[in-house]
């Protein structure tokens, strides 16, 4: 593995920030001043991706592995979507070595079961083609579609496309 990059900002009560699918850390860019006022923030990039993107891609057990060992365990942990799901399983795994979690925007499972309402399997495959044929295109809308609505849009994704 390369070098394994996390940034810290404020003093405080630790308090670790694991973004989403198809972005970085700079999505906790809007809310991190305030935050560090009270917290040590800790913003970590899953690998392959920011600034840990010359990592490669992993699966749940191995990032849990290096997020373990880089990351401290006296914290509460924030996840947002599949950070969420991140965020889960080290608590399940690994019982007792998170103070809390929070999940943001995060579900357990994101495709539709039996007894789970979530995306149509005909909507993740779709996604899955448009990403293959223009994964630049598919990436800006899924963006644009996290951002929209907020105060600062436009500023917002600027700055997180940096």
């Known amino acids: 593995?390369?070098?394994f990059d996390v940034s810290t900002m404020g003093k405080g009560p630790k308090l670790v920030?694991?973004?989403?699918?198809?972005?970085?850390s700079n999505i906790w860019i809007p809310i991190t001043q305030k935050l560090s006022k009270m917290?040590?923030?800790?913003l970590?990039?899953?690998?392959?991706?920011?600034?840990?993107?010359n990592n490669s891609l992993l699966g749940l057990d191995a990032i849990s592995a290096i997020f373990l060992?880089?990351?401290?365990?006296?914290?509460?942990?924030?996840?947002?979507?599949?950070g969420g799901l991140i965020v889960k399983y080290i608590a399940t795994h690994y019982r007792?070595?998170?103070?809390?979690?929070?999940?943001?925007?995060?579900?357990?499972c994101?495709?539709?079961?039996r007894e789970w309402d979530g995306l149509d399997k005909n909507v993740l495959q779709n996604f899955e083609c448009n990403l293959?044929?223009?994964?630049?295109?598919?990436?800006?809308?899924?963006?644009?579609?996290?951002?929209?609505?907020?105060?600062n849009y436009r500023d917002d994704l600027a700055n997180f496309k940096k």
């Open 44 to 53: 970590v990039d899953i690998p392959g991706y920011g600034l840990n993107k």
């Open 1 to 3: 593995m390369n070098k």
């Open 110 to 113: 994101f495709s539709k079961q």
């Open 96 to 108: 007792n070595t998170l103070n809390g979690i929070i999940t943001v925007c995060s579900s357990p």
């Open 132 to 151: 293959i044929r223009d994964y630049k295109f598919t990436l800006n809308k899924f963006l644009t579609l996290q951002f929209l609505g907020t105060k």
């Open 69 to 82: 060992e880089h990351l401290p365990k006296d914290a509460v942990w924030v996840g947002w979507s599949l």
């Open 39 to 42: 917290y040590k923030v800790y």
């Open 17 to 24: 920030l694991i973004h989403g699918w198809g972005s970085n």
